[in-house]
């Protein structure tokens, strides 16, 4: 069974950072493109980072480059988004989702999906 697993929200203030991990597991991820996606109240789930099997396609979300960045260890088959200075703004529910294939920006291009990790962003 195909399983994502999302850590590391939390309540933040403005400026600060937080780590998110993704671990993958049953099944083998060669290949794969691993990407984080985000979610508000109300909002549509909405790209912003995500990295090739490789790790030498990377893709960003506008509103995130150069405050976040996205890696990969694929001997743990893990993914991780790094997030500096956040703003109110980042406040959503954090997914990770992978495919086999290229990155993409677009949910539905996505196979499989972890529960989420909420982070919130206080000032």
């Known amino acids: 069974q195909v399983q994502l697993v999302e850590s590391g929200g939390g309540l933040v203030q403005t400026g600060g950072s937080l780590r998110l991990s993704c671990a993958a597991s049953?099944?083998?991820?060669?290949?794969?493109?691993m990407a984080w996606f985000r979610q508000a109240p109300g909002k549509e789930r909405e790209f912003v980072a995500a990295i090739s099997w490789s790790g030498g396609g990377i893709s960003y979300a506008d509103s995130v480059k150069g405050r976040f960045t996205i890696s990969r260890d694929n001997t743990k088959n893990t993914a991780f988004l790094q997030m500096d200075n956040l703003k109110l703004e980042d406040t959503a529910v954090y997914y990770c989702a992978d495919r086999r294939s290229t990155v993409v920006m677009t949910p539905r291009s996505y196979d499989y999906w972890g529960q989420g990790t909420q982070v919130t962003v206080s000032s």
């Open positions: 049953g099944r083998t991820f060669d290949f794969y493109a």
